[in-house]
């Protein structure tokens, strides 16, 4: 029997940006603890895939959408026309680029600001009545913004604009959780460290310049899908509904590493 405590069953959930990586192991995670589950992403073949495979442990829906645009907010908006409530929210679609300073274009550092700070936050506010609708003054509604490791830390690589939105990220958290404590709406992020991902495909590479090794790491390897999944989990249930604003590492110790 589930432990009431980290209860999720029944619930209604969206991933963003959930196509593969982190945002795949979060849905999934979800899916088979009984939460119907919306996943987004840009590409149909991609979502559609996740979806599918997910469905074999439970509902899940795939909802074709770029949301770091106006119009692809729109379209997840109208997709999700017939759902009343929201419970938990994951704002997990990113972007990362990175080239030095004299090389780093105004263009491709506006479009990481947009994509992985103005986008969450975009979300939100659409989202706002449902996630209102979702939380009671016993039971919570949950946000939880995936930002990074990077946000604490001065990455090695050039990744200026990445690093800048996924700090500003867990600031924006901190000052939603305050907005939207009253409607008993918690928000918190995630800051995870190194997890296989496609934009974390070269720092498996040992001859790529960046290439990072697990023995870097404090706990001495990478992250898990469980993880990640614990902490959403964690959030999202009883057992985290006196939590809000907190921006909670979870990376094998790179938080305390200098």
């Known amino acids: 029997m589930q432990d009431a405590l980290f209860a999720i069953s029944g619930k209604t959930a969206l991933v963003?940006?959930?196509?593969g990586g982190i945002g795949a192991m979060i849905a999934q995670g979800l899916v088979r603890r009984g939460v119907r589950?919306?996943?987004?992403?840009?590409?149909?073949?991609?979502?559609?895939?996740?979806a599918t495979a997910l469905s074999q442990w439970g509902?899940?829906?795939?909802?074709?959408?770029?949301?770091?645009t106006d119009e692809g907010r729109e379209r997840l908006l109208a997709a999700l026309a017939?759902?009343?409530r929201l419970d938990l929210l994951v704002n997990n679609a990113g972007t990362s680029y990175a080239a030095p300073v004299d090389a780093f274009s105004a263009g491709k550092f506006e479009h990481v600001l947009r994509v992985?700070?103005?986008?969450?936050?975009g979300v939100v506010s659409a989202l706002l009545p449902k996630l209102r609708l979702a939380a009671t003054a016993d039971v919570h509604a949950c946000v939880v913004n995936i930002a990074s490791i990077d946000a604490f830390r001065l990455p090695p690589w050039e990744s200026h604009a990445y690093a800048a939105s996924k700090?500003?990220?867990?600031?924006?958290t901190r000052h939603l959780a305050k907005s939207l404590a009253a409607d008993n709406i918690t928000v918190n992020a995630i800051a995870p460290g190194l997890f296989p991902s496609a934009m974390t495909r070269f720092l498996f590479d040992e001859d790529h310049p960046y290439h990072e090794a697990p023995q870097e790491i404090p706990l001495r390897r990478v992250g898990r899908p469980d993880d990640i999944v614990g902490g959403v989990v964690y959030l999202a249930?009883?057992?985290?509904a006196?939590?809000?604003?907190v921006v909670l590492p979870i990376a094998g110790g790179l938080a305390t590493a200098e």
């Open 16 to 19: 963003t940006g959930a196509s």
């Open 37 to 50: 589950t919306f996943v987004t992403g840009r590409k149909a073949d991609s979502i559609g895939a996740v």
């Open 59 to 68: 509902e899940c829906t795939a909802i074709v959408a770029d949301v770091g």
């Open 82 to 84: 017939g759902e009343d």
């Open 116 to 121: 992985n700070l103005s986008s969450p936050f």
């Open 167 to 172: 700090a500003g990220l867990a600031h924006l």
């Open 237 to 240: 249930s009883p057992a985290g």
């Open 242 to 245: 006196y939590v809000t604003g």
